[in-house]
């Protein structure tokens, strides 16, 4: 039997408006954000997905927004586990700069290595490398048992710990990895089969 993986990168945060590294800093949803995160839930509604457990970091852009899916989905009173472990990857001393700022100081070529690359960390913070040691992990111990059971799992997270998850399903190489992509409230929705290899990825675009 094959489960259902649903990933969804939380809606636009304050400081992805404003353009500041977030990292584990904890800013809120902008309108947009919300209604990104309400749109998310919308979608996965019209597809008939019913999770039957979430996962979310500790936060608060990501919990706001699978409170937001869940709302859309009638599914509230769904259990739903916080975890550091799915955090947003730990931007170190870029956190709070602008990133425009920090590509006048060090340059476009070794900010997009900061911000892109797999094992290269920004000063005082985590790779993606770092962010995939504690996320893989965790979905390999917590998350991945559900899907294995058949059931569909909604995880609300970040750009780059997604990154991370995906980079892994996807089997893509630390080059590969560089151009990839996480849009803000777009659900990507996994089936895998049940020695867990990837059955289909859809991405649930307009
Ligand atoms: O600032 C951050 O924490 C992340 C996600 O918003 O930014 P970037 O896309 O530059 O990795």
Sequence with gaps: MSGTLILVRHGQSEWNLKNLFTGWRDPGLTEKGHEEAKDAGRRLKARGFKP???YTSVLSRAQVTNDHILKELGREDLETIRDQALNERDYGDLSG???DD???KWGEEQVHVWRRSYDTPP????SLKDTGARVWPYFLHEI???VLRGETVLVAAHGNSLRALVMALDGLSGDEIVKMEIATGVPIVYKLN???TVASKEVLED
């Design 52 to 54: 039957d457990i979430a």
């Design 97 to 99: 700069l602008n990133k």
């Design 102 to 104: 920090a590509r006048e």
């Design 123 to 126: 000063p005082g913070g985590e």
């Design 144 to 146: 991945l048992p559900h």
């Design 194 to 196: 049940a020695d867990s």
